[in-house]
């Protein structure tokens, strides 16, 4: 038996950095927003390596002392023969506590006015009779009706993460292709010999095949070190097996705590962003760099911009025009379109490379000065000895 208990203006799905920064803005819009998550806790466990660029916070959030765990300004890359090369432009970049930020992320939503409901994972949703959303919430996997809880909505932002499964009652195709797919392990290790101000990028087929291995420094001695490997040449238990052979060779008699696996969309995002009164954000709309799985920083942006969009939306007499929420599209396609396309054309090639040619193209960067590597440097790089690939390059370059 379930019973529709509630109605709201918005409702958010998944409280990670996209559905909490969602909540938060629409609300401080002044709507009515109900923010639901299926774990008890969120945040936890973490599943992310923790990096995030300066600018890429700072363009959503002042960044908060209490959530950055270490500061790097360096980062290097190794080839799968050892070469090294190192990345001097990487400006200042910080290891965050995401245990803590999304725990503050999802108070801050709440301070703003949203209601937010833990274990309270949406199982339905879909659109009623009178143009509304209703969302089922259920916290009985073994019965499809006890414990069930409705809520109604006139617009329904989606921010579940990598499955993203609400999306598919919607019309969208959210299977990704095993190419647009990274299976990752990662851990925290406690070790001696980890350089504080310094990401490592290991790069190689033996290493991370298709994907790249991260050692990100958490200060006192302690790094996440994960890897990912693309979904095309995983199997099962490899992504595991890799990390834990990593970790005995370089770091023997490290110490490893809290070692999980977890999917990292590198695909292009999702189009539309918008079908109906239904936004998708974040992992759940593939709003990730397909070079090295960052989300965060998109996630966080697309979130804010999604709920102020969404709070906008309604007209003065409660009703939502839905045309408006075409403008969140709008704008992350201005913003960072491009650079989602660069990365993934990127992405597509490198996947490919085997180990002879990742050298290659260590080996030429390695000579460039560190302070000039950009993108458009690396194109040039890989895609010297093939003009077609080389003009293509160009155009994504323009
Ligand atoms: C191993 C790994 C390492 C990473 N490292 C980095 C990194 O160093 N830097 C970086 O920028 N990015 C990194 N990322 C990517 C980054 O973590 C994501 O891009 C980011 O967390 C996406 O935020 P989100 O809010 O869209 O999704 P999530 O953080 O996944 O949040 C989705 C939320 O929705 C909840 N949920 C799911 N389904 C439902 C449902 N049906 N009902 C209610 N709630 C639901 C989930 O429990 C979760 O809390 C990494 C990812 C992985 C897996």
Redesign the pocket.
Known sequence: MYSIDKNYDIIV????????CAAMSAASGGRRVLL????PV??VPV??????GHQ?LALSFEPRPEWIKSTVTRARMLSPSGIGVEIGNVGKSYILD?ERM?ADLVKMAVEAGAEFRAS????WAGETSSGRYSVI?SNNPNSPTEGQTEFEASCLIL?????S??ARYFGWDTALRLEDIET???ARVEAAGIEGDCCTFYTGNSVAPGGYL?V?PRGAGAA?V?L?VIGSRCRSGLPRKLLLDFIKRTYPGGRVTDL?C???PVAKWVRPLVRGAVML????AR???AIN???????LYA?RLAGTVAAGAFRGDGNLCRKALLGYQREWAKVFGKQQERSFALKEFIMSADDAFLDRIADSLSKEPPGKLSYLRVFMRTFSSRPLLLLKAFKLFR
């Open positions: 799905a998944g409280s990670g950095p996209a559905g909490a639901l998550e299926r774990k969120p945040g599943r992310c390596g923790e990096g995030i890429g995401r999304d309270s994972p949406a199982v919430c921010a579940d993460g990598v499955e499964r609400l990752a392990a990662f991260w990100f996440n994960g990912g999980h977890g999917g990292v954000v974040g992992d759940a709003q990730v760099n799985g960052a989300g965060l920083a998109y996630s979130g």
